[in-house]
């Protein structure tokens, strides 16, 4: 057993695996979401706690952990394994690329055709790389792997090539 609840009060929410032998959830200790932790269990040594005021789901990034919110308005949070900040209260929507990069989105999705600014970053790095707009397209709609974004827009779709990528 990684973790038990505790008995009070605590509402757990947003389970992932988040490393080997490892699962993290969010707390939110009796519905006060700017009181919302994250809560990283690992097989063997018990669990760590860190604060994550108003966070509302998890997105595991290799060891390290984004934790998004939405409301009041969107932003993210990127955690290291020790839950240090790594890249602090971010506005924008931020996906897991792969194991080890994220991309950051100013705004969030949308279905209306319009411009949206895209950054980069690696997990290990200091700061995310502005990477440009994404030009007249239906945000909602794109998708990604590790060299390409593809998003739709109103008559037909556009590919952008990351660079570096093969």
Known sequence: MLYTAPDDGRRPQ???????????????????????????????????????P???GLVPVGEHLL?????PQYAVTLFDADGRAVLPDRDG????????NV???????ST?????????MAVGGKSPFEMGE??????ESCSWNASVIAC??????VLYRFAGAD
Not at 112 to 120: F, N, Q
Not at 134 to 139: A, G, Q, T, Y
Not at 152 to 157: I, K, L, T
């Open 14 to 52: 947003s389970l992932v695996a988040c490393g080997e032998h490892r699962a993290c959830l969010l707390e939110v200790p009796d519905g006060e979401t700017a009181r919302t932790e994250v809560v990283a269990a690992t097989e063997g040594k018990g669990s760590r706690h860190w604060p994550a």
């Open 54 to 56: 108003e966070a509302d």
């Open 67 to 71: 934790a998004r919110r939405d409301s």
């Open 93 to 100: 929507v931020a996906v897991r690329l792969d194991a080890g």
């Open 103 to 109: 991309l950051l989105f100013a705004e969030p999705p």
């Open 112 to 120: 209306a055709e319009d411009d949206r600014s895209l950054a980069g």
């Open 134 to 139: 994404l030009k007249d397209v239906r945000s």
């Open 152 to 157: 739709g827009r109103e008559q037909d779709f």
